[in-house]
């Protein structure tokens, strides 16, 4: 078996709201890996609270002005969040693959 030199992998992760954010900032401290072992890790947030900007880099929360959290009604602001998921990917660098992490489907369907 040869060793072969392989190419580091790039991952864009974009948290979205507050369980996304809580989500995406557990992989802050991976971002600054550069093993080809593991992809280069970018994050980025979109929230509509500035709640969190306490755990993540301000240089990376896209805050959604016009709103003002969702004091925990998870489809409260979902919409505006989902929708400006595109363009926040666009602005990201190029990568393999991008993911987008939100609230766990089962929670957004529990609220009344």
């Known amino acids: 078996m040869t060793n072969q030199v392989k190419q580091q992998g790039k991952m864009n992760v974009v948290g979205c709201g507050g369980g996304g954010t809580n989500v995406v900032s557990r992989l802050e401290k991976l971002t600054e890996i550069n093993d080809p072992v593991f992809s280069k890790i970018t994050t ?64 957004l369907q529990s609220q009344p």
């Not at 926040?88 to 939100?102: F, K, N, Q, R, Y």
């Open 44 to 107: 980025a947030y979109i929230d509509t609270s500035r709640s969190n900007e306490d755990r993540i880099p301000r240089s990376k929360l896209n805050l959604i002005e016009a709103r003002d959290g969702s004091g925990q009604k998870r489809t409260e602001n979902s919409s505006e969040i989902m929708d400006s998921i595109p363009s926040i990917a666009h602005s990201l660098p190029p990568a393999d693959v991008t993911i987008a992490s939100e609230e766990h489907p089962s929670e």
